[in-house]
């Protein structure tokens, strides 16, 4: 199995951080890859809840993703789920959030179970284009 992790910091204060992934109608304004779009944001932010997020590129085809919320620690730690509506396969995302200086944060995200290095590399170049998106909502 592989995994991805990224390490990156954010000029905002760790529970603003979190929140980015907790609310829908702020999730979707970030949670797409380039310019592509979420025009359906669907979170159950609970222990044992579900969620679904479609990201949608400009020839309006869509990409769907969903999963459970495996553990939710705020504003410190997600665990959750991650299946492609196109795919049998699951992996698993885990978010640490930790507060730096200066009302500054860091974001780390594991993404693992993956079955091949190929699909992992996709999964890395997808998470930078959602991440490089994150800033414009803190």
């Given at each position: 199995?592989?995994?991805?992790?990224?390490?990156?910091?954010?000029?905002a204060?760790?529970?603003?951080?979190?929140?980015?992934?907790?609310?829908?109608?702020?999730?979707?304004?970030?949670?797409?890859?380039?310019?592509?779009?979420?025009?359906e944001?669907?979170?159950?932010?609970?222990?044992?809840?579900?969620?679904?997020?479609?990201?949608?590129?400009?020839?309006?085809?869509?990409?769907?993703?969903?999963?459970?919320?495996?553990?939710?620690?705020?504003?410190?730690?997600?665990?959750?789920?991650?299946?492609w509506?196109?795919?049998?396969?699951?992996?698993?995302?885990?978010?640490?959030?930790?507060?730096?200086?200066d009302?500054?944060?860091?974001?780390?995200?594991?993404?693992?179970?993956?079955?091949?290095?190929?699909?992992?590399?996709?999964?890395?170049?997808?998470?930078?284009?959602?991440?490089?998106?994150?800033?414009?909502?803190?």
């Open positions: 199995m592989f995994q991805l992790k990224i390490d990156q910091e954010f000029n204060p760790v529970a603003t951080l979190f929140n980015a992934w907790s609310k829908p109608e702020v999730l979707a304004k970030w949670f797409a890859p380039g310019d592509m779009s979420v025009p944001a669907e979170l159950e932010f609970k222990k044992g809840g579900q969620y679904r997020i479609v990201m949608e590129n400009k020839e309006r085809e869509q990409f769907i993703v969903g999963g459970t919320y495996l553990e939710i620690d705020s504003p410190n730690k997600l665990v959750f789920s991650w299946q509506s196109t795919s049998p396969h699951i992996t698993q995302v885990t978010v640490l959030f930790s507060e730096l200086a009302n500054k944060s860091k974001l780390e995200l594991i993404h693992s179970e993956f079955e091949t290095q190929e699909f992992c590399d996709k999964h890395h170049q997808g998470w930078m284009g959602c991440l490089a998106n994150l800033p414009r909502v803190l």
